[in-house]
T-cell receptor, first 113, second 114 residues
Framework: GENVEQHPSTLSVQEGDSAVIKCTYSDSASNYFPWYKQELGKRPQLIID?????GEKKDQRIAVTLNKTAKHFSLHITETQPEDSAVYFCAAKRDTGRRALTFGSGTRLQVQP | DGGITQSPKYLFRKEGQNVTLSCEQN?????MYWYRQDPGQGLRLIYYSQIVNDFQKGDIAEGYSVSREKKESFPLTVTSAQKNPTAFYLC?????????????FGQGTRLTVV
């Protein structure tokens, strides 16, 4: 089955700096890669996603890049703000067979004011 | 107001008891999922259902059971066979309106064994 590895497990940055979180996946049939943000005690919220036929996608301060050959994808947050502090999860999914998201282990991002 | 609702928010279980967690959605989504989250860890798939009256085991199905008798509902039963059930349980659903399947999550049920 699919295995998603996520690094780093914790990340501390100064306000205004950029943050990068990286994930690798094992199933070459995976073709959908979302990122979720989870604040303490709350539900995960989808923040951005990318399909395998696209190499990069941006939404304001957030971007995701995908290297399908190397089977890795990354989340980039620019101009970080204290409200970006949360746990971020990457995930991967295929559209045949087991069509359920497999999640990485999460990255706790702390933005220092 | 469309969404996915889990109840209860907090649940306490005694040793040897079965408990059922409720998950209801009014988004007209076909697929529904149950995930378990332990402190400081990611989400692990328990069961999922792509269509009514059909469901499949995920990675950690032992000690759990589900049913999918209605499109809107996907209850999870934590049985006494689940030896370490204390965790945060998240239900999710996906529909075609979210492209390939970005899941929309309920607010979660925190289960504690007492």
């Amino acid at each position: 089955g699919e295995n998603v590895e996520q690094h780093p497990s914790t990340l501390s940055v100064q306000e205004g700096d950029s943050a990068v979180i990286k994930c690798t996946y094992s199933d070459s049939a995976s073709n959908y890669f979302p990122w979720y943000k989870q604040e303490l005690g709350k539900r995960p919220q989808l923040i951005i996603d990318i399909r395998s036929n696209v190499g990069e996608k941006k939404d304001q301060r957030i971007a995701v890049t995908l290297n399908k050959t190397a089977k890795h994808f990354s989340l980039h947050i620019t101009e970080t703000q204290p409200e970006d502090s949360a746990v971020y999860f990457c995930a991967a999914k295929r559209d045949t067979g087991r069509r359920a998201l497999t999640f990485g282990s999460g990255t706790r991002l702390q933005v220092q004011p | 107001d469309g969404g996915i609702t889990q109840s209860p928010k907090y649940l306490f279980r005694k040793e040897g008891q079965n408990v059922t967690l409720s998950c209801e959605q009014n988004l007209n989504h076909d697929a529904m999922y149950w995930y378990r989250q332990d402190p400081g860890q990611g989400l692990r798939l328990i069961y999922y259902s792509q269509i009514v009256n059909d469901f499949q085991k995920g990675d950690i199905a032992e000690g759990y059971s589900v049913s999918r008798e209605k499109k809107e509902s996907f209850p999870l039963t934590v049985t006494s066979a689940q030896k370490n059930p204390t965790a945060f349980y998240l239900c999710a659903s996906t529909g075609r309106d979210r492209g390939m399947g970005g899941a929309f999550f309920g607010q979660g049920t925190r289960l504690t064994v007492v």
